[in-house]
């Protein structure tokens, strides 16, 4: 007996929101997240009300909350150095690491295996804080994106460029410590990664179609820069990100496992 599997049924022509029209969107997303990457439910979370104290990306952007969060983070990962000055730009760029390594392959999951578009408007989700000051979790009010949900991967996906990641990045960016290409960079090797892992549900020419629209395409579908381009890049015969991400300038914390600098630090 033939098994239906999500990457047969994921760009058909009818949509299995004909069949599973009795489910909510957040039963579903949930039981996607359940059965494919159960640990992302410890950081997602799926029709529930947000709690007090999450914010918005217009609440948090805002330069009241955005320099108290990253200062509390500062704070915790200098407190072993007093003596060393803070370094701002790689702080920022881990903190905006957390950000998007909790939220992005979620909406990728989200947005490329289940037949019905999750909005990803930026009231839609609220963030949760750790009391050390980076992100943590984030609280999504489950809305179907109904202008989206005939678009294919690569139209879905340049979706939630245009009207989720480039606000988040710039809500970072606005205030001056960090520019907007490095965490695009950092962001690169999440979505190629992610790619990666979608491997076995996604067919090989959905997936071919997204690292070439995100990664050798110059603009977005509406002819604006994309900022991906480039952000990976061919290198010794493999895909590598195209620069370091600073964290290593942090005292204590480790260097990547792919930074760009090892090469030639063990020189």
């Known amino acids: 007996m033939a098994t239906i599997t999500r990457q047969d049924h994921r760009f058909s022509e009818h949509p299995l929101i004909f069949i599973q029209s009795d489910r909510t969107l957040a039963s579903a997303l949930e039981d996607l997240m359940r059965e494919q990457r159960s640990y992302m439910l410890e950081t997602i979370h799926l029709g529930q009300p947000a709690p007090s104290g999450t914010l918005t990306l217009t609440e948090w952007s805002q330069p009241q909350h955005y320099r108290r969060l990253t200062q509390r983070y500062s704070d915790y990962l200098y407190r072993n150095h007093p003596d060393v000055p803070h370094e701002a730009k790689p702080l920022q760029s881990l903190w905006a690491q957390w950000y ?34 980076h992100p943590c979790a984030f609280w999504i009010d489950v809305q179907e994106d109904e202008d989206a949900r005939y678009l294919n991967a690569q139209q879905r996906l340049d ?46 020419d959905v997936v071919s179609q997204l690292e070439q629209a995100l990664f050798f395409s110059r603009t977005l579908l509406d002819g604006s820069d994309n900022p991906l381009y480039r952000t990976m890049i061919p290198r010794n015969g493999v895909m590598e990100r195209r620069s370091c991400c600073q964290r290593y300038r942090i005292p204590d914390v480790e260097r990547c496992g792919n930074c760009t600098l090892t090469a030639v630090c063990a020189q």
């Not at 999440?190 to 491997?199: A, D, I, N, Q, T």
């Open 100 to 133: 998007f390594g909790l939220l992005l392959s979620p909406l990728m999951l989200a947005l490329l295996l289940e037949p019905r578009a999750l909005n990803c408007a930026p009231h839609l989700i609220h963030v949760e804080f750790h009391e050390n000051g």
């Open 159 to 204: 979706r939630l460029i245009q009207y989720y990641l480039i606000p988040a990045v710039n809500g970072m960016a606005q205030h001056g410590d960090i520019n907007a290409k490095l965490i695009w960079n950092n962001m690169g090797f999440s979505f190629w990664w992610f790619l990666g892992e979608l491997k076995t549900l996604l067919p090989a």
